[in-house]
Nanobody
């Protein structure tokens, strides 16, 4: 079992930046895909970005060009650099590890291990 712990959330003004981190411990394995999701109040959890074992990435359209996902396998850590933040980016952000290895996944059902989330609030 892998444990995931997010950090780096906070309050930022529109146009600002934050970098989220997700530290993995336990049965870590870099062959799994890692993803970031977010959930705003009253809304379903939605996909944000994902990165596979070889560094391949995929983003939801609303964050393309603003967010960058990366991973440091030696540190068992995944990052989400968020620039040009907008009020609509306000949500709890979760990192997750995929159920299968080697793929690139964007559905919540494809992920089996989740962190507890970190709050990101963007003020206008």
């Amino acid at each position: 079992q892998v444990q995931l712990v997010e950090s780096g959330g906070g309050l930022v003004q529109a146009g600002g930046s934050l970098r989220l981190s997700c530290a993995a411990s336990g049965r870590t394995d870099s062959r799994y895909c890692m993803g970031w999701f977010r959930q705003a109040p009253g809304k379903e959890r939605e996909f944000v970005a994902t990165i596979n074992w070889s560094g391949g990435t995929y983003y939801t359209d609303s964050v393309k060009g603003r967010f960058t996902i990366s991973r440091d396998n030696a540190k068992n850590t995944v990052y989400l650099q968020m620039n040009s933040l907008k009020p609509e980016d306000t949500a709890v952000y979760f990192c997750a590890q995929s159920r299968l290895q080697y793929g690139l996944f964007s559905r919540t059902a494809d992920y089996g291990s989740w962190g507890q989330g970190t709050q990101v609030t963007v003020s206008s």
